[in-house]
């Protein structure tokens, strides 16, 4: 059989049918790394293209590694420290109620995801020291100084192994050079060797380089001194030109703004008011221009006196001085005017700066409270980012245990699959792929073994999730309809026993859910779970096989449920007996799936 699975998976591509139907009737050979092999190409781990497997397994494990630095990692190493890792956790989740009261609504909802997280952590610890207790590959050292011994037994085993192949290759290389040896020879009849010499450096280019490499030109004293002085008096030339712009450039008078303006607007006013004087002596100029030209036409005129120049001048000066304080008043009352609202708006100014420093508190309060948060949250996430640090460091310097590795499966998929998260059971499942890949030798596939597992029971989940939901055990694909399905079965083939067990009341529910939602991980040992798996994951009809081994499970204790009352048969189908030979379970279910098959 080794031979024609080994062919089998030399093809390129592998034939999946032939595959499936050699896993499935004969189970796969117990020779190192094939069922490995064999179950990733049945979970659609592996590609069928055989060129492909070694790029597909680096990718995928590249990414599971990069799932682990994201979500985290439980680490753990004896029985005391996981014991220690449970009473933590388990102080920090009592703890959480009166901090959760003390929170923002934003800070609580971290920290109810953060405390959710350490109850998935709890409960997938207390799940997995429950699997396989009897297996001493699942258990864990109880202190630090057992672990010690068991490495240390491990190493000499190591060394063991190391001496017995040193000692094999040195019984090889004696029987070679026992037998007799051909040297090639040349036509001259001397031997022919490699000989591998230095070149030597050639005279000609290191002379060549170091002609290239030379140095540059000296400048004589002189010459630089020379060179600085001009610098100097160039320097010392431009600085003085500047000054001297700079003082021609400034005015020997310097006026503030504020003067400048006085003086522009006091002669503005002067002007006004010489235009004014000289309009209105233009016009008494004309007045008396016209009197005289009245009188000079008329004979009689009498001659009529000029007006005094003096009077009139003064005249026109008082009157430029009543308009002078009524605009001096007017510019007073402005300047009031501008000063009351200079001072409104010096107030107003007042009140807003008071507004919006009152603004201003609010916002830093408002700002100190998201900070708050914020810092409460980062606080949150660096505690959970230095654990999951520590556990990575510790997992990667050193080789997690089995148990370790299968509680980081079963948390990095439930916090990759929020749908489903974790199912009391899911360990059961996991327990044999782990135990399947870190049993493989072959080209250091044990250390990869987590990734390994957690992509087969990812793709194995797949198909059998509805075995952990209960909003769909009442349908057609749930739990209910296969359990009722295997009753059927029962039925047909062994219609005597199924009277008896209904009879005595004894439902399928009580002993049949178990082994259909868990794949019969919890009834047999490791050894007859890896044949059935092999039927199992070969089935065409994905896991519809598993119903008919159910079915032939009571069949084969008949005579034991014949001879016993209610108690007595639960307990001998709950506590199936595992004495009984595999091989007689598989042919019966093998016959009554095929007569299934055939009638289909």
């Known amino acids: 059989m080794d031979e024609v699975f080994q062919k089998n998976l030399e093809q390129n591509p592998i034939h999946l049918q032939t595959l499936k139907r050699l896993t499935f009737l004969a189970g796969v050979p117990e020779t190192e790394g094939l069922r490995q092999i064999v179950w990733k190409i049945l979970l659609n781990y592996l590609p069928l293209n055989s060129t492909q497997w070694e790029d597909a397994l680096k990718q995928k494990r590249e990414i599971y590694q990069e799932f682990k630095k994201e979500l985290g990692v439980i680490f753990f190493e004896t029985f005391q420290e996981k014991n220690e890792l449970k009473i933590q956790i388990q102080k920090e989740i009592d703890s959480s109620d009166e901090i959760i009261s003390k929170l923002d609504p934003q800070e609580k909802k971290n920290y109810q995801l953060y405390i959710s997280d350490k109850k998935l952590r709890l409960e997938i610890i207390k799940d997995a020291e429950r699997t396989r207790q009897s297996m001493q590959f699942f258990r864990l050292p109880e202190s630090q100084e057992e672990l010690k011994l ?136 004309e007045k008396i221009l016209d009197l005289i030209n009245k009188f000079d036409k008329k004979s009689d005129a009498k001659q009529i006196p000029l007006p005094n120049p003096i009077s009139s001048k003064s005249f026109i000066h008082k009157k430029t001085q009543k308009e002078n304080q009524k605009e001096n008043q007017k ?104 135990y399947l890949f870190t049993a493989d030798n072959s080209n250091n596939n044990n250390e990869y073994a987590e990734a390994d597992t957690f992509f087969c029971f990812t793709n194995l989940m797949g198909e059998i999730n509805h075995h952990f939901c209960e909003y769909v055990d009442d349908t057609e694909i749930g739990l209910n309809a296969l359990v009722q399905s295997v009753d059927s079965i029962l039925k047909k083939q062994d219609n005597n026993l199924w009277t008896h067990l209904s009879n005595l009341g004894i439902l399928p529910q009580f002993y049949c859910l178990s082994w259909v939602s868990l794949l019969l991980s919890q009834v047999f040992e490791m050894d007859k779970i890896l044949r059935i798996w092999d039927s199992l994951f070969a089935d065409h009809n994905r896991f519809h096989f598993l119903l008919f081994i159910c079915a032939a499970m009571p069949i084969t204790i008949r005579d034991e449920l014949f001879n016993s009352d209610y108690f007595q048969a639960v307990t001998l189908l709950q506590d199936f007996p595992k004495d009984k030979p595999l091989d007689d379970l598989l042919e019966l279910s093998f016959r009554m799936y095929l007569t299934y098959e055939n009638f289909k």
């Open 150 to 285: 068991l490495q240390q037994n491990k190493q000499k085993q190591t060394t063991q192994k190391s001496n017995n192949q040193k000692k094999l290759q040195q019984k090889l290389n004696n029987q070679k050079k026992s037998q007799p040896r051909f040297n090639i020879k040349n036509k001259d009849g001397s031997q022919f060797r490699f000989v591998l010499t230095k070149k030597e450096n050639d005279p000609k280019q290191e002379n060549d380089t170091k002609k290239e490499i030379k140095t540059a030109p000296l400048i004589s004293r002189d010459k630089t001194a020379k060179m600085i002085s001009l610098f100097n008096n160039q320097i010392s030339t431009n600085s003085n030109d500047s000054l001297l712009t700079e003082k021609l450039e400034k005015p020997k008078i310097q006026i503030s703004d504020r003067m400048n303006e006085m003086i522009a607007n006091f002669n503005e006013k002067r002007n006004e008011i010489l235009t004014i004087q000289k309009i209105r002596i233009e016009k008494n100029s």
């Open 331 to 434: 510019e007073n009352q402005n300047q009031k005017e501008k000063e009351n609202q200079k001072e409104n708006q010096k107030e107003k100014e007042k009140e807003k700066e008071k507004e919006n420093q009152k603004e201003n508190q609010k916002e830093n309060q408002k700002e100190n409270q998201k900070e708050n948060q914020k810092e409460n949250q980062k606080n949150i996430q660096i505690q959970l980012k230095n654990e999951n640090d520590l556990n990575l460091q510790k997992s990667f310097a050193k080789k997690a245990h089995p148990l370790v590795n299968l509680c980081n499966v079963l948390y990095i998929y439930a916090r990759l699959n929020n749908g489903i998260r974790y199912v009391q059971g899911m360990n059961n499942i996991v327990a044999p792929l782990i």
